[in-house]
């Protein structure tokens, strides 16, 4: 919205509250609208798009939880894929033919290549990755007929928070990422961080993420956007989004102790199933193709998230 866009929520809540709306309003200064629906309704999402004349969309809505979506592969398989469907059908029926699509680094599989080239071969080792890789397929494929031009955003670790304070990450449940973990933490909902191995082959022993600012992330769209606006002949691209940096666990924790003033007691165990040891991006292919960069600290990370968490300690109001 600060880049002159005016965007149209579309959102199920799964793992949201609609009590952020207000909230975007008050920020934002202006009314928003926004519809709850489940974007697999495709009469639904058709409507939308019916009465819309949307120049582009930016389609982040699926599940995202790793571990999950080993225990549940069909809820993901369908939610995120039919999800797709029915926006690249709603797309094509209303003649919008612009959309950025967040993907992941998890499609890098498990490569031990750092850092990380959008050239490297995608393939995964859960649902939730596979779910990423096959929608890039798709909407590859689609892209291909000339219907649809499509920019794949390959997320590294979004964390923090704009610096207003009033919106934040808010997961259910207990976080399953570092971030709103330490978080919790700090804000004494839960008691310690366990840290999932120690023994990698990194500087500390501690796995190394490219953490990015939110802030940044949302740059990184709006230049998609002007990109593919100026840039009618592309098809299909695909831009890591990520700082081209690895922070370590104990890192994170040793920076959001210093901009927090909280303690962040926490536990070294083993490692988690299916966790590299080092992840981070090239990012270099953003900068030269979209002029965009990552610009935010690390500590503007965690000061961000405190800020955040500090002044809504049990997050959205229900
Ligand atoms: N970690 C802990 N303790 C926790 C949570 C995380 O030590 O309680 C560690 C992890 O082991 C990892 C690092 O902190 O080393 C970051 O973990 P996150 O869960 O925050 O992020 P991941 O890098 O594992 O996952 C991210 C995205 C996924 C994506 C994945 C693979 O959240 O969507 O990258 O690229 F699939």
């Known amino acids: ?158 964390v923090g928070a704009p610096p207003s304070g009033r919106i934040g990450e808010d997961p259910r449940g207990i976080p399953n990422n570092l971030m709103p973990f330490i978080s919790r933490v700090a804000v004494g909902r839960r008691e310690r961080l366990q840290v999932f191995g120690g023994d990698y082959p990194t500087p500390d022993g501690t796995a190394l993420r490219d953490y990015i600012h939110v802030e940044d992330l949302a740059a990184g769209h709006v230049a998609a956007l002007q990109y593919l606006s100026t840039h009618r002949d592309v098809q299909v691209r695909e831009w890591n989004l990520g700082t081209g940096h690895g922070t370590s666990v104990l890192e994170m924790v040793a920076a959001f102790e210093a901009g927090s003033g909280q303690t962040v007691p926490y536990e070294i165990v083993g490692r988690r199933a299916g966790d590299l040891g080092a992840v981070y991006a090239d990012a270099t292919r953003a900068e030269a193709e979209l002029g965009w960069r990552a610009t935010r600290t690390i500590e503007d990370m965690c000061t961000d998230t405190w800020r955040w968490q500090e002044a809504n300690p049990q997050g959205y109001p229900a």
């Open 1 to 158: 919205m600060a880049a002159g866009h005016e965007p149209v929520i579309a959102d199920s809540h799964v793992n949201s509250r609609a009590s952020v709306l207000p909230r975007l309003e008050e920020l934002s200064g202006t009314r928003i609208e926004s519809h709850a629906f489940d974007l697999r309704d495709v009469d639904k999402t058709s409507a939308l798009f019916a009465d819309g004349h949307f120049d582009a969309v930016i389609h982040f809505a699926g599940l995202k939880a790793v571990g999950e979506s080993s225990e549940m592969p069909l809820e993901y398989y369908d939610n995120n894929l039919g999800t797709t469907f029915a926006i690249l059908r709603a797309m094509e029926r209303h003649g919008v033919r612009t959309l950025v699509f967040s993907s992941s680094a998890t499609v890098y599989g498990e490569t031990e290549r750092v850092p990380m080239p959008e050239e490297l071969p995608t393939s995964s080792t859960n649902p939730y990755g596979w779910t990423k890789v096959m929608q890039e397929q798709i909407l590859r494929d689609v892209a291909a007929t000339g219907s649809v031009q499509v920019a794949l955003l390959r997320y590294f670790n979004p």
